[in-house]
């Protein structure tokens, strides 16, 4: 159990080797005998505030790599994990890390979400409700809301892929089982490698209380990915309950990336960012286009 003689928590593989995430998640609803079916009186109830924690992603893909070395330098490239061009591209970004102390360039510059599967690790707040139907996964950073629809089937009337992909679960009693697809490529964090338009993930979500009496969630992630991986990959991640955010009066806010960012690229493509007194410095509590017209500031203490 997480916390305990504060260890991490340990990887908990597949059952067995499975081909596809597919076959891995109709497994596990096999075995659940085709999911718990909660009400609301019976669901299980993950309230407040969530912080990301541990997580073992790193060391898929780094010797002795972890989150401390995941986006600064450090830590060797291990062979075979990726396919070739991903390794190559993998080992090329870690090289820049090396050399420049960090990744000079991140797509979150250009206000793109980080998706899938970095969101599982995104260091900023989340809160989760969950329903029979629906179990709603919200961070605050980008406004990024995972809907798992739960005895679903995947859709896409769109016929595309998206940020956060196509979510369908069940519950096996106390665990959410969920199933991700149809995701744009992304990376799996700043400094770790690319994911392609093919990765699907398998997660297992618990709630589970340390020997301190603090709550955490404990996920079990496998990543299917048949043009970046070699094979499947897994890895746990953690979420801490923060009721100390909620104490101060912390609250989920929408995130206007377009209107706050003050990241920039320079003509090498390097990220940067403009700090007040730069006259290009864009203040998230500025105007509106109609600044002449009294009560067009986006800061509420100006009339």
């Known amino acids: 159990m997480p916390g305990q003689s504060g260890e991490n928590p340990e990887v908990e593989y597949p059952p067995q080797d499975f081909a596809t995430a597919e076959a891995h998640y109709n497994y596990l609803l096999e075995q659940a005998n085709g999911g718990t079916q909660h009400t609301m009186a019976t669901i299980p109830v993950w309230d407040g505030l969530w912080s990301a924690g541990y997580n073992s992603m790193p060391s898929i893909f780094l010797e002795e790599g972890s989150m401390a070395i995941a986006m600064r330098p450090g830590g060797s490239v291990k062979e075979g994990v990726l396919t070739p061009e991903y390794e190559e591209h993998f080992r090329a970004r870690r090289a820049e890390i090396d050399e420049n102390g960090s990744q000079l360039y991140d797509r979150l510059t250009n206000c793109e979400y980080p998706g899938m599967p970095r969101w599982l690790w995104e260091p900023y ?109 897994s890895a746990v991640y953690t979420h801490t309950a923060s009721p100390d955010l909620e104490e101060f009066g912390a609250r989920i806010r929408n995130w206007e990336c377009t209107t706050s960012s003050n990241s920039f690229q320079d003509e090498e ?35």
């Open 125 to 233: 707040v989340k809160e989760f409700v969950n329903m029979p139907h629906q179990s709603w996964m919200m961070n605050d950073f980008m406004n990024e809301t995972r809907r798992v629809y739960i005895n679903g089937e995947h859709v896409n009337i769109d016929g595309k892929h998206s940020a956060t992909g196509d979510s369908i679960g069940f519950w096996d009693d106390d665990k959410l089982i969920i199933w991700t697809k149809w995701i744009n490529p992304a990376d799996y964090l700043r400094g770790m490698p690319l994911t392609s338009n093919q990765i699907e993930i398998v997660e297992t979500w618990q709630q589970l209380t340390d020997a301190n009496g603090q709550r955490q969630l404990l996920t079990q992630v496998t990543f299917y990915d048949p043009i970046g991986l070699q094979s499947p990959q």
């Open 269 to 303: 493509g390097r990220t940067f960012f403009r700090l007040p007194g730069d006259p290009e410095f864009i203040d998230p509590r500025g105007f509106t286009d109609f600044p002449e017209i009294p009560g067009q500031s986006l800061n509420p203490m100006e009339q």
